[in-house]
């Protein structure tokens, strides 16, 4: 099975991060950023600014956005997901609840609620809010409730 490709926009002002409780599908009832499959033809930064629009209610230049992370997540022991993250602390709007989405707090990146999170996030998320580019392969358990591995490199330049 070929890998689903999607995104995560990860908002942020100052030393805060904009997060939402997910209310369906994948990973619902997990706090996360706006993201989501990339659709056929849609270039990343493009997918990452639909996301953006359709969970948050916010709208974004996609030149504004930073490519800080490519995470390949494994479960169960085979590649699923391939995620391009971008950071971003330029928008228009307010959030706004939609069908995915509510709940938004503003979080310090030195105190996210990663109880809150995927089990991952803690791995892997406090190296790009700290601006550092990443790749990195997560490992978790078939239902992705537990880490099984984590390993983490410099993102190399395409």
Known sequence: MNPTHTTLCLCTRNDELLLAVKKTGFGAGKLNGAGGKIKSGESTRDAAVRELSEEFGLTANSNDLAEVALLHFYFGGELRVICTVFTLNKWQGEPTETEEMGSFTWNKFSNLPFNQMW???????????????IEARVYFNEEGSTLEEFVMTPLQSK
């Open 119 to 133: 089990v991952g996030d803690p791995y892997w998320m406090p190296a790009v809010l700290n601006s550092e580019q």
